[in-house]
């Protein structure tokens, strides 16, 4: 079975404090167009707002959640995604509003080299839980 048979149907990560997640969250994957479709509390119900002090999970998507943020799962454990972009303006926005809500730098938008393939452009930033969050343009 080729690569282009194989599809990831959703995904997330662990976070300690959740408002700072949703924060950046809402701010880095908004940059992609993509927007908090369905939050859900600690016992799995649906969440009333951002600031419900049950707040368990958040799902991001455009016409389903593809991305999860939760309390139910490690956090810290330093794991890397990466989010595929349609414009260079996309992967700038990506890590301009990542750095202002919180995240750290961690590799400036541009094209990559050095066991990266031709075309490669991409930004990183550090979430608040220490996880590398990236976005990429694959051009080319």
Excluded: C
Aim: negative net charge.
């Amino acid at each position: 079975m080729g690569d282009a048979n194989w599809r990831i149907d959703h995904t997330g990560i662990g976070v300690a404090d959740i408002q700072a997640a949703v924060r950046f969250y809402d701010a880095v994957l908004g940059a992609l167009g993509l927007r908090p479709l369905i939050r859900i509390t600690k016992d799995f119900g649906v969440a009333t707002s951002v600031d419900d002090p049950d707040l368990g999970g958040v799902g991001y998507g455009a016409d389903y959640p593809i991305f999860w943020i939760d309390v139910f799962h490690p956090s810290g454990v330093k794991q890397h995604t990466a989010f595929r972009a349609k414009t260079r303006d996309e992967v700038e926005a990506f890590y301009r509003v990542g750095l202002e809500a919180g995240g750290r730098d961690n590799g400036a938008p541009g094209p990559r080299a050095g066991g990266y393939p031709p075309g490669y452009f991409a930004a990183f930033v550090i979430d608040p839980d220490g996880n590398n969050i990236e976005v990429v343009l694959r051009e080319g």
